[in-house]
């Protein structure tokens, strides 16, 4: 695209131009790459059981949707006695609480939260690597989150924990997609273009429709004689 | 070439029509399948006055239908089905002149029906009121004229043709909620309640000229509810029950009388109820009856000296009616008694005598409930007795015609109109397979002993054939005596009938005889054979109420056993919500005899919570019970049956429910925690889906019951695709508009125990109603495109692609990667009411699409019109794998509407369930009417046809085996000849 731009200024406010016209939230093109669009604070739990007390553990930054561009920081995510709860929560088969922010609390309602569990031996073994899915709507908002440790199955491995300093996270944005349509335009065109197909074919081929389907027409008059020489003989019968 | 290949591709396509259209020959038309026809619960009952008296019975019902009934066997002369919600509600209904008036004011319609023919003879638009505001019919001026009373105006209509003689709008309409509207001499009446202040009224002249306006205090007056009117009178009762305030409209100066009804020695009165009596003794004077002190039943007149009379008192009288026959004016009544009885008087009321004839005591089963409403019509029999024929429209919707002698003529049961939920159970297997299957299920290992009991099972066996064979033989030539002998052995062959039903209650070969279990939501349940939908039991709770969930009401049936674990009895429970105390209510029975579970409390088991979430655990305890989860509002279980609380703490940490804030859009998932208090939910999982406007209105996850057998489809390439098949895949529909008046829906894909979203999709400008069927590894769904103004289907599925992670097991928390999902969308031409898959025993017969249109029929669609692979261009590869080449409209085969002529209306649900035979599947579809019928999606493979011809087949086996052994005689006879040479 920048091509077509002979100053690289003018292109960016083009740019961002259209993109304030058309969706005022996401960002346009490569050139704004690395400015981040909006963040979210991570938080998670080593507790089990009921009313968990969540900490912060990092900040995922959303560059681009529609590219998937994200990237997270989680320095000073944990504490070493994190991770001995950690260890308890895998004795316990217990499982590891993540959650993000998506509505900030008004004075009519308390904030909402959107949230995700993986269990917490596979985060153990894997040594604290984790994939977190970030699923917003068609407009940017945040609808839910899903975290998975990389190491599916728990084999009951003890892993180093100089392992243990920090998260090794990868993280992807899904964002909502349009819905299947009928495609009726295409299916149009599709019939047309076969329509004028005809039409040249027609001028090529202009044999007349008998001398066309001669040999699907004759074994359909045969059939038909012998059904209809059949009949009277059916007919007599019941009289 | 390309043009050469076109008729092959025709060729090709016609022959796939061919093979999936499924028609029905004319004999079968009602061979397998019923229908039946219901009008739901009856608000307004006349007897037609025309023509011969009391043949006919005019109704009207909350489902939006006006209907006569025939009075004589209870049938349906002919019905009309109103616009559906509430521009099809209808406030009133008046007959007059052999028309039947329904003013629909939702709508802002009044029409006129022929009460004979049930045809439309005028319709005439009047102002719409909203859904709060109930309008009133009267008729005025010699009944020429149809007052109307809708949407803050009075209009006023010829009754004959409809035709508008003058409106008018009424004045402060934004505090007064004008209501009643009544012919007085030459004027009109229009009085309207303002709660809290005052009560006003208008009075116009013939010509719509304003007589009168005035208003008078009544600060007392909380509701119109606590007001009737009748006869230019409104009567009022005091919400403490004890003073009744009167006040005649058509004078001037207006005020209200206050009587205190102290004064006749009652108490605590509620339940004003007026009736309208237009002989000359009564003549303006309106007449009208409280309730006090819980039953008494008590008869007041205003006389023309606005004095109070007390008319009547009388004990325990569930509901009464005014009938005038020539010059007597009779008060009926019907009051319950202990078992299955009821007692109807007849009380001449200037007498104040009870006329003996017209008392008498009547079958009334406790499973009516309390009756409701009564109407009545009074006539002459040749030899000049009084006769009398008796309506009564009870609690459970249902109308039961009594006559004179007490006699039910007829029942309809129109709690069948409003099915919430329905199961269909299979029978038990006959008592000689019954004992056998004991046999095999006692774990005893000693040799001698399984010998002696083998050995007297089958001798019993035995002699049971013995005396079942004697007991047909006598059945017979029973029968044939029963020819001569008159009705007064009726009881006793109504016995033997219920003898040859157990007998015939029983499992058949294939387990196409099933006992359909219906769910109503008045809180009866039925038990309906599936054979003819004949009604086999019916209980009633009326303390059972539905509970909302996604913004509609639901009344979940659970199968907690089913028939297959004998000697254990099959057990199914209701799950709802206690009338009054509005916490949870469990109700538990039987579901082939209809008996109440016996160590039950009489209106179940009551929970200490509202409802969250409840299922049906996929395990057993050791009596093969599938214990009930109910996650109450307040996080905590309730498990059902009681000692079953430890199995399900022992699979708590593999037990995940999850629940939806509808109006929020938070889902959420929770885990199990055993705790001291029993077991809590904890949060695991959150997802916000609250758009602006949105709100969830549908959450379908999968059948348990659905079997699959293939894991993957065969690509033209001779490579597997491999389904995405995750048990707990959830579909989430939220829809709204978004502030701007454009309609969205979105839908998402969530799995039930991780949260996980697996996919998520919007619909720009397309809304509901949207019906979505969940199965295998796709979901298809309809709804309104707005843009386009069509109905679209739209078809996702999920492959896992070319290789499966994990082939024994799936597991939530340890997920494949995400799946593949195919989309794909089509037109559809009709609107869609409801549709659901089909479903087989073994799930190797192919899938097919029920789907109930608004006009009446029920279409069968192959999935494979439904294929997210359709290719636009046909390839060698999409044509070996038999692919439909993609058209964007889907075909509407009339030959494919099971239904045939037997249109069936406001069709909420169809539930399929599978049959013994792999071929066949069952099919219930309700709503307003009932129509049941088999499916069979690849026909019928496995089933030899009625006209099979055993005898050709049989002689062409016979003389092969005749031709090879001679050919082998001969042979051999040869072969030694030719040794011999």
Same mark, same amino acid.
């Given at each position: ?239 | ?30 061979? /397998? ?5 219901? #009008? ?95 309008? =009133? ?6 009944? =020429? ?81 606590? *007001? ?59 007449? /009208? ?129 409003? #099915?919430?939920? +329905?199961?269909? +159970? ?108 004949? +009604? ?176 993957? #489809? ?30 969205? /829906? ?36 309809? %709804? ?25 097991? %799936? ?53 494979? /019109? ?54 066949? *599947? ?18 019928? %493979? ?9 005898? %050709? ?29």
């Amino acid at each position: 695209m920048p091509k077509f731009c002979s100053v690289l200024a003018a292109c960016n406010a083009l740019i961002v131009f259209v993109g304030l016209i058309l969706f005022s939230t996401q960002v346009a093109g490569d050139d704004e790459y690395y400015d981040t669009l909006s963040s979210l604070n991570l938080e998670h739990t080593f507790d089990s059981g009921l009313n968990p007390v969540y900490s912060r553990r990092g900040v995922i930054s959303i560059h681009s949707i529609t590219s998937n561009n994200a990237d997270i920081d989680q320095e000073d995510s944990h504490t070493p006695q994190d991770i001995t709860k950690l260890k308890a929560l895998v004795k316990s088969n217990g499982m590891y609480r993540v959650r993000i922010m998506s509505r900030p609390a008004t004075a009519s309602s308390p904030a909402q939260y959107v949230q995700s569990f993986t269990p917490a031996c596979g985060l153990y073994e894997s040594s604290l690597s984790d994939h977190i899915e970030i699923h917003l709507d068609a407009s940017g908002n945040l609808i839910g989150m899903s975290i998975d440790s990389i190491s599916p199955h728990c084999t009951g491995i003890q892993p180093p924990s100089r392992q243990m300093q920090e998260f090794n996270s990868t993280v992807d944005l899904i964002q909502t997609t349009s819905g299947p349509f009928p495609e009726t335009s295409t299916y149009v065109q599709k019939i047309e273009q076969e329509r004028q197909e005809k039409m040249k074919g027609g001028q090529v081929d202009n044999r007349s429709f008998i001398a066309k389907y001669w040999m699907y027409i004759v074994p359909l008059v045969i059939i038909m004689m012998f059904a209809n020489t059949a009949d009277p003989n059916q007919g007599g019968g019941g009289r | 070439m390309k043009v050469q290949h076109n008729p092959w591709i025709f060729l090709l396509s016609v022959a796939f029509l061919v093979q999936l259209c499924l028609a029905l020959y004319e004999d079968q038309a009602g061979k /397998f399948d019923w229908r039946h026809q219901y #009008i739901g619960r009856a608000v307004h009952a006349t007897f037609d006055q025309s023509g011969v008296q009391g043949k006919r019975l005019l109704l009207s019902t909350e489902q939006n239908v006006v209907a006569a009934v025939n009075a004589r066997n209870g049938q349906l002369g002919w019905r009309h089905i109103l616009e559906e919600g509430d521009s099809g509600r209808i406030d009133d209904m008046i007959v007059v002149n052999n028309f039947v008036l329904v003013l629909c004011s939702g709508g802002g319609l009044v029409r006129a029906f022929h009460s004979i023919s049930g045809s439309l003879q005028w319709e005439a638009p009047v102002p719409a009121s909203p859904a709060q505001k109930r309008g =009133d019919l009267a008729l005025h001026g010699g009944d =020429d004229q149809l007052l109307v009373l809708s949407g803050d105006s009075i209009t006023v209509l010829n009754s004959d043709t409809g035709v508008e003689v003058w409106t008018k709008v009424l004045s402060n309409t934004g505090t007064t909620d004008y209501v009643y509207t009544a012919s007085h001499g030459n004027d009109i009446i229009v009085a309207g309640i303002s709660p809290g202040s005052h009560v006003s009224k208008v009075i116009y002249t013939k010509k719509g000229e304003v007589k009168l306006q005035e208003s008078f205090p009544a600060a007392w007056l909380a509701s119109q509810e606590q *007001c009737q009117f009748s006869k230019g009178h409104l009567i009022c009762l005091s919400q403490d029950g004890s003073i009744v305030y009167h006040a005649r409209l058509d004078s001037n100066a207006a005020s209200f009388i206050a009587s205190s009804i102290s004064q006749y020695g009652l108490q605590r009165c509620q339940q004003l109820e007026v009736f309208s009596a237009d002989t000359e003794l009564y003549e303006g004077m309106p007449i /009208f009856s409280v309730r006090c002190d819980t039953k008494s039943f008590n008869l007041f007149i205003i006389k023309a000296n606005t004095k109070l009379e007390l008319l009547k008192t009388l004990k325990e009288v569930d509901s009464a009616e005014i009938i005038q026959f020539e010059d007597i004016t009779v008060l009926v009544t019907i009051s319950r008694e202990d078992g299955d009885k009821a007692t109807m008087a007849g009380i001449d009321l200037e007498t104040g005598k009870e006329m003996t004839e017209l008392s008498v005591k009547v079958h009334f089963p406790q499973h009516h409930g309390a009756p409701n409403q009564l109407r009545g019509v009074l006539f002459k029999h040749k030899d000049g007795l009084i006769g009398m024929r008796i309506l009564v429209i009870s609690e459970d919707h249902s109308l039961v015609l009594y006559q004179q002698s007490g006699k039910v003529l007829w029942l309809r049961e129109e709690a069948l109109a409003s #099915i919430m939920s +329905v199961e269909m +159970v299979d029978l038990p297997v006959s008592q000689i397979m019954a004992k056998m299957e004991d046999e095999f299920g006692n774990q005893n290992n000693d040799l001698l002993s399984m010998f002696v009991r083998r050995f007297t099972t089958q001798f019993q066996q035995v002699q049971a054939f013995i005396l079942q064979l004697r007991q047909r033989l006598k059945a017979v030539r029973h029968h044939h005596h029963h020819h001569q002998v008159e009705e007064a052995e009726v009881e006793q062959d109504e016995e033997e009938e219920e003898e040859d039903e157990e007998e015939y209650l029983t499992r058949d070969d294939f387990n196409l005889h099933k006992m359909i279990v219906a769910v109503t939501s008045c809180g009866k349940i039925f038990g309906l054979d599936s054979q003819n939908g004949h +009604v086999v039991w019916r209980l009633y709770n009326p303390l059972l109420v539905p509970f909302t969930k996604q913004g509609r009401s639901v009344l979940p049936l659970y199968v907690h056993r089913t028939t297959a674990h004998f000697p254990h009895q099959p057990q199914c429970s209701i799950l709802g919500l206690h009338k009054t105390t509005r916490k949870g209510l469990l109700f538990t029975f039987h579901p082939i005899s209809g008996v109440a579970e016996e160590n039950m409390p009489a209106s179940g088991f009551e929970l200490n919570h509202g409802i969250l979430q409840a299922t049906l655990l996929t395990q057993m305890d050791s009596e093969f019970l599938r214990p009930l989860v109910v996650l109450s509002t307040d996080l905590k279980y309730f498990v059902y049956p009681r000692e079953d609380t430890d199995l399900v703490k022992e699979l708590a940490p593999s037990l995940y429910m999850f629940s939806s804030n509808d109006a929020a859009g938070i889902l959420q998932g929770y885990n199990t925690v055993p705790t001291d208090q029993g077991l809590v939910a904890d949060v695991m999982w959150r997802l916000d889906l609250k758009r602006e406007g949105h709100a969830i209105t549908q959450v379908v996850p999968k059948r348990l019951d659905e079997r699959v057998n293939s894991q993957g #489809i065969v690509l033209g390439d001779r490579s597997v695709m491999y389904k995405y098949l995750n048990p707990n895949l959830v579909v989430v529909i939220a829809e709204g508009d978004d502030g701007q008046g454009k309609n969205s /829906f979105n839908v998402y894909l969530v799995d039930g125990v991780s949260g996980r979203l697996v996919f998520h999709c919007n619909h720009k400008k397309s809304s509901g109603p949207i019906n979505v069927v969940h199965s295998e590894n796709w979901v298809v769904y309809n %709804f309104w495109n707005q843009k386009h103004r069509r109905v679209e289907l739209a078809i996702l599925e999920m492959y896992e692609g070319k290789e499966q992670s994990n082939t024994t097991d %799936f597991s939530s928390l340890h997920p494949p990667p995400p799946p593949v999902i195919m989309r794909q969308a089509y037109t559809f031409p009709g609107h869609i009411s409801a549709m659901a898959a089909t479903i087989t025993e073994i799930g190797i017969t192919s899938k097919h699409i029920l789907i109930a249109m608004q006009n009446g029929g029920i279409l069968e669609l192959a999935k494979a /019109f439904l294929d997210p692979r359709r290719p636009e261009n046909p390839t060698a590869e999409s044509r070996e794998e038999g692919l439909l080449p993609y058209i964007p409209e889907l075909p509407r085969p009339f030959e494919a509407t099971i239904n045939y002529n037997h249109s069936v209306y406001n069709i909420r649900g169809i539930h399929t369930v599978a049959s013994g035979l792999e071929s066949t *599947c069952l099919v219930l579809a309700y709503g307003l009417d009932l129509f049941y019928d088999r499916v069979m999606p690849s026909r019928m %493979f496995d089933v030899l046809k009625d006209d099979f011809d055993y005898f %050709f087949i049989g002689s062409v086996v016979v003389g092969m085996i005749l031709v090879s052994l001679l050919t082998q005689k001969l042979a051999a006879r040869k072969a030694l000849n030719r040794a011999w040479k």
